[in-house]
C-alpha cells in the first residue's frame, strides 16, 4: 500500500535558523499536503501541491513538489517561536490520504 | 464558522468497555476520514468514507473496530472491547470532492483505557 516516509523526525533549532523537513512517498501522488499541528491541537491545513515541480510560498514558508510527485519538502526561514509545531505532509492518491510520521520543530528564543 | 465537531473530547474507561466516539463532518463534505494519533505511530488512517460508503478500513483493527456513517451529518467509531493499546487521540477530519482536497480535523477525542 501507499506509504509516506517523513524526515527529520525532530528538528531543534535557534530562532532565525532555517528549517526543512523532507516527504518522500513509495507511490506517485494526485497531491500532496502539508499540515501544522501545535502541541495539544489538531493538524491544520497548510498548502496543497499538485503539479509536478510546483513550488508555492507562504511568506517565510516554501513548499516544493517533486518533479516524478513522490517527494516534496517543506522549508521555513528564519524561524521564529510561532512555528514550533509538528509537520505533516500527506500524500493524496486518488482520496486516499497518508499521513507521514511528522517532524516536530522547536525553537530556542 | 463551519468545523467538525468531535464527542467526547476526553474519555476514561475501564479495559474491556465499548467505547463509542462521534464526529459531525462540516456539511456538504462528502469525505469522511477516521484517524488515530499517538507518540509511537504518529497518524494513522484507520478508515475513511465517500458518500458514507467505506472506502477503506484496512487500517482498524477488524475484531474490535467498527466505523460506520448512519447518515451525513454522523460518523463514529467504536471500540468493542477497548484495551489499554487502544488509548490515543482519535481524530476524525471531513474534505470534499474525489481527488483529495484540505483535509479540516476536528479537535480530537482523547482516549485513556484503563
Known amino acids: 500500500g501507499q506509504q509516506v516516509m517523513q524526515i527529520p523526525q525532530y528538528q531543534h533549532v535557534q530562532e532565525g535558523e532555517d528549517f526543512t523537513t523532507y516527504c518522500n512517498s513509495s507511490?506517485?501522488?494526485?497531491?500532496i499536503q502539508w499540515y501544522k499541528q501545535r502541541p495539544g491541537g489538531h493538524p491544520v491545513f497548510l498548502i496543497q501541491?499538485?503539479?509536478?515541480?510546483e513550488v508555492k510560498k507562504q511568506k517565510r514558508l516554501t513548499f516544493q513538489f517533486g518533479e516524478a510527485k513522490k517527494n516534496s519538502s517543506l522549508h521555513i526561514t528564519a524561524t521564529q517561536t510561532t512555528d514550533v509545531g509538528t509537520y505533516f505532509c500527506?500524500?493524496?492518491?486518488?482520496?486516499?490520504?497518508?499521513f507521514g510520521a511528522g517532524t516536530r520543530l522547536t525553537v530556542k528564543p | 464558522d463551519a468545523r467538525v465537531t468531535q464527542t467526547p473530547r476526553h474519555k476514561v474507561t475501564e479495559m474491556g468497555q465499548e467505547v463509542t466516539m462521534r464526529c459531525q463532518p462540516i456539511?456538504?463534505?462528502?469525505?469522511v476520514f477516521w484517524y488515530r494519533q499517538t507518540m509511537m505511530q504518529g497518524l494513522e488512517l484507520l478508515a475513511y468514507?465517500?458518500?458514507?460508503?467505506?472506502?477503506?478500513d484496512s487500517g482498524m483493527p477488524k475484531d474490535r473496530f467498527s466505523a460506520e456513517m448512519p447518515d451525513a451529518t454522523l460518523a463514529t467509531l467504536k471500540i468493542q472491547p477497548s484495551e489499554p493499546r487502544d488509548s490515543a487521540v482519535y481524530f476524525c477530519?471531513?474534505?470534499?470532492?474525489?481527488?483529495?482536497?484540505?483535509?479540516?480535523f476536528g479537535q480530537g477525542t482523547r482516549l485513556t483505557v484503563v
Open positions: 477530519a471531513s474534505g470534499e470532492g474525489q481527488m483529495g482536497t484540505e483535509a479540516f
Open positions: 507511490t506517485t501522488l494526485s497531491n
Open positions: 501541491l499538485v503539479k509536478s515541480g
Open positions: 500527506a500524500g493524496n492518491l486518488l482520496g486516499d490520504m497518508r
Open positions: 456539511l456538504g463534505h462528502n469525505t
Open positions: 468514507f465517500r458518500n458514507r460508503a467505506p472506502l477503506d
